[in-house]
Structures are given as structure tokens and as C-alpha cells.
């Protein structure tokens, strides 16, 4: 059985930080796209970062690229996003997801397995 957890959120204050992690268990851990995707009160589900198994790219939304940073570690089975510079915009439940195929993607439809998010809470 897939499992992925997420952990790390909590509230922070306008361009505070925090780091978010997912870990894995039940899968080929290190042949898994990884992503994080997050999603608003009462707004879809928006591809936030994602990092490639065999190449370690990444990619990232436009709306965080240059403040968080995603990472794995395939030893631990663990995906991580570092959020610096947080935003009120940035809250929301963010989820891990994991993908098997060969390219990266950033529609949430494509993803396989999900976890059970953790929230984000960035005060003004």
C-alpha cells in the first residue's frame, strides 16, 4: 500500500519560512516523479514544484520560482519544499504527489498517489 506523508506546515508570518516534507513508503521510491501541489479555499489544485527521478530537474510555478526550492532524498524516500520568503497568496493545504512517468508534469490529473496534505498558514 502507497503511503505519502506529508509534515511541516503550520503559520508563519509574512516572509518567514518553512519545510515541508513528504515521506514515502510502499513505492520504488527513486523512480518516482515527486511533486507538491496546493490548493486554496475554494480554488482548484495548482502545481506548485516538481523534480524528475532520473535527472534530478526541476520545475517550478511561476508564482514561486525563486522563493521555494524542492529536493529528495532517495535514501530517505523523501521529498522536501523549502518556502522562504512566504506570502499571505501561499496559504494553503499543500500535497505530495508521485508519478512514474518519464517527464515532468504539472497537471494534477497525471499523478498517481497523493498524500493527505498539511496545512500553510502565512499571516500579513
Known amino acids: 500500500q502507497v503511503q505519502l506523508v506529508e509534515s511541516g506546515g503550520g503559520l508563519v508570518q509574512a516572509g518567514g519560512s518553512l519545510r515541508l516534507s513528504c515521506a514515502a513508503s510502499?513505492?520504488?521510491?527513486?523512480?518516482?516523479?515527486m511533486a507538491w501541489f496546493r490548493q486554496a479555499p475554494g480554488k482548484e489544485r495548482e502545481f506548485v514544484a516538481s523534480i524528475s527521478w532520473r535527472s534530478g530537474r526541476t520545475i517550478y510555478a511561476n508564482s514561486v520560482k525563486g522563493r521555494f526550492t524542492i529536493s529528495r532524498d532517495n535514501a530517505k524516500n523523501t521529498v522536501y519544499l523549502q518556502m522562504d520568503s512566504l506570502k499571505p497568496e501561499d496559504t494553503a493545504v499543500y500535497y505530495c504527489?508521485?508519478?512514474?512517468?518519464?517527464?515532468?508534469?504539472?497537471?494534477?490529473?497525471?499523478?498517481?498517489?497523493w498524500g493527505q496534505g498539511t496545512q500553510v498558514t502565512v499571516s500579513s
Open positions: 510502499g513505492l520504488t521510491f527513486n523512480i518516482y516523479n
Open positions: 504527489a508521485a508519478d512514474r512517468s518519464l517527464s515532468l508534469a504539472d497537471r494534477p490529473d497525471l499523478y498517481d498517489f
